[in-house]
């Protein structure tokens, strides 16, 4: 059984995998490995992104012969629309921008041939994005890393947001496993987006410490907060908390680990976890049906 999907085989991708494009963890290097196992590996510019930093990154992701995407923050692109430019530029398969209620950016993309996505926590922003012409939804429930909206969990917000709109829909939120992969697939998603499971793999960006503290903890080991966001003086409305790990004491720890962190317990390849998500999806895939 292909896990392939309508949406995957037209973006010219072998299966529906995406490394969500977290901000100071999947730089090019993660991108590439992700696009080289199959899926859609993603450049992510976070909140202290510019120009220059994405263009490094871009460097090190090198000459793909595989769909690569880049995902930015609207605010930042605000504060730096050259980061917009270099990105069009790059001319990626999948351009996400996500954070924002000014679709400027989605023309302007189109009119270079970019296919672009944004995140979306209720069928409301389903719905206001597809009017202002985004081509891809990413569903993104509150068990996700990193900001975003914790108004649903990934299942129900994923199956409220199918019912509502045409366009393609990408379930992220918790995600971190064969199984997890299996249920988002069976429920209707066009991929899956992960993020915390691509994070601790060799070719991410994140810091040995961090790596070992996600490797070790729980799944009940995450808390919303803004207390970094406002430390570091980002541009975060209140509503969009990011979801953090905690220390053992309890302690909100400036490391964003969604709610699925408790079911990654190894540092791998990229490839080996592509190739085990792949592998235990099927076989489950085809258990069930």
């Not at 410490?209 to 003086?233: I, N, P």
């Not at 791998?268 to 895939?285: N, S």
Request: contains cysteine; charged residues 15%.
């Amino acid at each position: 059984m292909s896990l392939a999907t309508a949406w995957s085989t037209t973006v010219g991708i072998d299966v529906p995998i995406v490394n969500a494009p977290m901000g100071g963890a999947a730089g090019g290097r993660l991108a590439a490995a992700v696009s080289a196992a199959g899926g859609l590996g993603m450049i992510g510019m976070g909140s202290s992104a510019t120009a220059p930093l994405l263009r490094r990154q871009l460097v090190a992701l090198g000459k793909v012969h595989r769909p690569f995407g880049i995902g930015l923050v609207h605010w930042v692109i605000q504060d730096h629309p050259d980061l917009f430019d270099v990105a069009v530029a790059a001319r990626p398969a999948l351009l996400s921008v996500s954070f924002g209620e000014d679709w400027a950016w989605v023309q302007r993309a189109h009119d270079v041939g970019v296919t672009v996505a944004t995140q979306v926590a209720t069928v409301e922003a389903a719905r206001r994005a597809v009017d202002a012409g985004v081509d891809v939804l990413v569903a993104r429930g509150a068990e996700g890393g990193g900001h975003g909206e914790p108004a649903l969990g990934t299942l129900p917000l994923l199956a409220e947001v199918l019912d509502a709109v045409e366009a393609p829909v990408l379930a992220a939120g918790g995600i971190a496993s064969a199984r997890g992969v299996a249920a988002v697939l069976a429920a209707g998603a066009a991929g899956a987006w992960l993020g915390t499971v691509f994070a601790t793999c060799a070719e991410a960006l994140t810091k040995p410490a961090d790596r070992a503290a996600l490797l070790a903890a729980s799944g009940d080991a995450t808390a919303l907060t803004r207390e970094f966001d406002v430390a570091a003086g980002y541009r975060w409305p209140p509503s969009l908390p990011e979801r953090v790990l905690c220390n053992e004491a309890g302690v909100p720890t400036p490391v964003n680990a969604g709610q699925g962190v408790g079911l990654v317990t190894e540092a791998r390849p990229a490839a080996d976890v592509m190739a085990r998500l792949c592998w235990g999806a099927e076989e489950l895939l085809h258990r069930w049906c």
